[in-house]
């Protein structure tokens, strides 16, 4: 079989993807590579396709257990012999692994950086013949990033010690300067095949929230997107806690990840997730490295992240099957504040002071770029491209602030007034106090606190109290004003030194735009192209896809992707070939669920003589 047969037979898929035939011819004429592709993008591919192609074994170097079970898993039933080696076996497992192994019984083995150099992986490893090393997540071999992994410097070790170099191919989502020579230099890659893609994810939309109740906009978000699988991430491990706790008393189907549960209970839930009994994931960023769930609908950022390369790769867990997923980051001023105690309360111990400023230096530089972001009224899709070291051509037309209106107004004279408010308010009431002061209401409450008799008192009464809630709005973002954590929320002045140097209080304020001045580029689902009649079969076949995959034990988006069970929907096939038409079903997964599909379709078919499932172009 050739590559595209390959393609065909054990993925269901017509055509490769941008980069992923360079890569392939490259590994299969003998020469080593560097793929840097986006999250989603197909790398898997490029290694697994020449994996099938090429004589012996390949091994794969993974970081994670749970990525490895994953893609093993997938592999399998696609009818395709792999393993994976690491610390979730017992010792008697590992051996029947490499009696396995070495009768030559699998095409690709999965393995954890820390094995390479045990005896028992030397021992199989040479004796082998070992086709090509795959090196997935390659950015941990890079001191530089967020995921270094001591264990991956061993990886050049173990290859000088197999009697013959295989070839050598390095994957990695990462796309900074540093990370790739680091990759080249510390692997030792020789001569080879580099394919960097855009790094573009054109199916996620991006967009900022400038807002302080978070949790409304959380639940009422999850309300409207009921039924999709989402994650949420949270700064802190406490925030996430509050957060399940809120959205479960409510009866959201959720559940809940970070590094102070135990490894039992993180298996569970992150199961419950990828399994789709549970649709929304609240955690902390110890989730994600390592779930290839396909059908994730949409991440949400509960609190800023600290870089855009942490922001990017969370962000990224969306969409990975290529339908339109959304990406939203809620912002507050409270955030850049939690951020700046995070860096400046990181541990260096043992680590040079030389280097730890450096290393704070860099933080800091970081934070900046991504408090840009939120701040920013450009284009976020070309702010995240510009950054990573991409040209970039006009606005996307296709995030947040494209499909906003933004308006500037300079409210610097009544910001001083706000300002000499909560001076005089020597900083003891909350927002809505001030707010009664300045526009000088008459209420008991005032009264009785005394405020009436601040020289601030109506200073401002020209003004709505909207205007005034989004200039103090605007005064929090900028830091001139915080607020207090407790449950009062009182308002105390902040850093007004700026201002005081003569800075501006600028108020931004936006309208989405009417729906006809919308670009006509915004995304379809593939789930547009059906009618509801085509809609109602994609659901039967979903709900069918859900009850083969709990008898197999394995995760829904495994058996078929939603973006395959949705073309399956659109083409609603009568016979085998039909079914083989349907982007993700190569024959070995028909011979697996194929008569099982075509017969709940053909059961729809009987029962809905006269529907049309989906809509002619
Ligand atoms: P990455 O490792 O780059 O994040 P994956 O290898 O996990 O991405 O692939 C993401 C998704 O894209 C998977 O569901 C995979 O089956 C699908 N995919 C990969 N290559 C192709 C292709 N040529 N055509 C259609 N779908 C593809
Ligand atoms: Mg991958
Ligand atoms: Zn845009």
Redesign the pocket.
């Known amino acids: 079989m050739n590559a595209e047969e390959v393609?065909k037979h054990y993925?269901g898929?017509d055509?490769?993807?941008t980069g992923?035939r360079e890569m392939i011819d490259a590994i299969l004429a003998g020469r080593d590579g560097l793929a840097i592709?986006?999250?989603?993008?197909?790398?898997?591919?490029c290694y697994q396709v020449p994996a099938l192609m090429l004589p012996g074994i390949t091994l794969v170097i993974s970081p994670l257990i749970s990525l490895m079970q994953d893609q093993v898993q997938a592999l399998n039933d696609a009818g395709i012999h792999a393993g994976y080696i690491n610390s979730s076996l017992t010792e008697r497992q590992i051996e029947t692994v490499y009696r396995r192994a070495s009768r030559g019984q699998y095409k690709i083995l999965y393995v954890a950086p820390e094995r390479l150099l045990t005896e028992g992986f030397l021992f199989f490893a040479v004796h082998a013949q070992i086709s090509l090393v795959t090196v997935d997540e390659a950015h941990c071999i890079s001191q530089w990033g967020q995921d270094f992994r001591p264990s991956y410097l061993k990886i050049v070790d173990f290859i000088r010690a197999l009697p013959v170099r295989p070839v050598i191919a390095a994957?990695t989502?990462t796309a900074t300067e540093e990370v790739r020579k680091d990759i080249l230099c510390v692997l030792d890659l020789q001569d080879p095949q580099e394919v960097v893609t855009g790094f573009d994810r054109e199916n996620l939309y991006f967009r900022v929230e400038p807002i302080r109740r978070k949790d409304d906009f959380v639940r009422s978000y999850i309300n409207k997107h009921s039924g999709e699988s989402g994650i949420i991430y949270c700064a802190t491990r406490k925030n996430v806690e509050e957060l399940h706790q809120r959205l479960f008393v409510r009866g959201v189907p959720v559940t809940r990840y970070h590094a102070g549960l135990d490894p039992a209970e993180r298996k569970k839930n992150q199961e419950d997730f990828i399994y789709d009994r549970a649709t929304v994931m609240v955690a902390t960023n110890a989730f994600g490295m390592g779930i290839?769930k396909?059908n994730v609908r949409y991440v949400i950022h509960y609190n800023m992240p600290q870089s855009m390369e942490n922001y990017y790769q969370e962000a990224g867990r969306a969409g990975?099957?290529?339908e339109p997923s959304q990406c939203i980051l809620l912002f507050s001023a409270h955030d850049i504040m939690i951020n700046k105690y995070l860096l400046e309360h990181k541990d260096f111990t043992d680590i040079p002071e030389e280097d730890a400023a450096l290393i704070r230096e860099r933080d800091a530089r970081r934070l900046q770029v991504m408090e840009g972001y939120c701040r920013t009224t450009d284009c976020l899709r070309n702010y995240i491209l510009r950054y990573f070291g991409e040209k970039v051509s006009g606005p996307c037309d296709h995030c947040g602030n494209c499909d906003r209106e933004y308006t500037e107004t300079d409210m610097t004279a009544e910001a001083k007034w706000v300002i000499n408010c909560v001076t005089e308010t020597r900083g003891r009431y909350g927002l809505t106090v001030v707010l009664g002061t300045l526009l000088g209401a008459n209420r008991a409450r005032l009264k009785e606190l005394g405020t009436m008799s601040y020289r601030s008192f109506g200073a401002l009464k020209d003004h709505s109290e909207e205007e005034l809630r989004q200039l103090i709005s605007q005064m929090l973002l900028d830091g001139y004003l915080w607020q207090t954590e407790d449950r009062y929320s009182l308002l105390r002045i902040g850093d007004i030194s700026s201002l005081k140097a003569g800075g501006q209080v600028l108020v931004r304020r936006y309208r989405e735009k009417e729906p006809e001045r919308v670009s006509r580029k915004r995304r379809k689902r593939s789930t547009d192209a059906l009618t509801s009649a085509g809609y109602g079969l994609f659901e039967r076949l979903r709900q069918l896809r859900l009850e083969v995959a709990r008898k197999e034990s394995i995760p829904p988006y495994i058996v078929f992707?939603d973006k395959t069970l949705i073309d399956m929907a659109v083409k609603a096939p009568a016979d085998r070939n039909g079914m083989l038409e349907v982007?993700?079903v190569g024959a070995v997964k028909f011979d697996k669920y194929g008569e099982i599909f075509l017969r709940e379709i053909a059961d729809f078919r009987k029962e809905h003589p006269d529907a049309v499932v989906s809509i002619e172009d």
Not at 37 to 45: A, E, H, N, Q, Y
């Open positions: 393609l993925f898929y055509s490769f993807r992923q592709m986006p999250t989603g993008s197909g790398k898997s591919l994957f989502a290839d396909s990975r099957d290529g992707s982007s993700g």
